[in-house]
């Protein structure tokens, strides 16, 4: 990952850790959980490659719970829940990004 690509999932994790009254339209959350989604399939490919002795607690965890929050989506039904779904994915999303950022240094 480049710093081109961190920003990017900076920038995608500021959108989705946006206030409330700044969260998109039902439309938006949905593009928003599909790019939150392939960024974070891309990131945790990454962090899987470290081995398991070298990671945190903090970066199993967030391997975890990727697949966790990808696998059941959101937790009921409507735009609420699928915006809450989005900040639970960016929230996990910058744990991976913070890990591969540590193992750089």
Known sequence: MNPG??????????????????????????????????AGNELHAQVDQIPAPQRTERAGAALTEWAYFVDSGPLGNGDHANWNHARGLARIIRAMASTLSEQRQ
């Open 5 to 38: 690509e961190t920003q990017t999932i900076e920038e995608l994790a500021a959108r989705a850790l946006a206030s409330y009254e700044q969260r998109p339209d039902a439309e938006g959350v949905a593009h928003l959980v599909d790019d939150l989604i392939t």
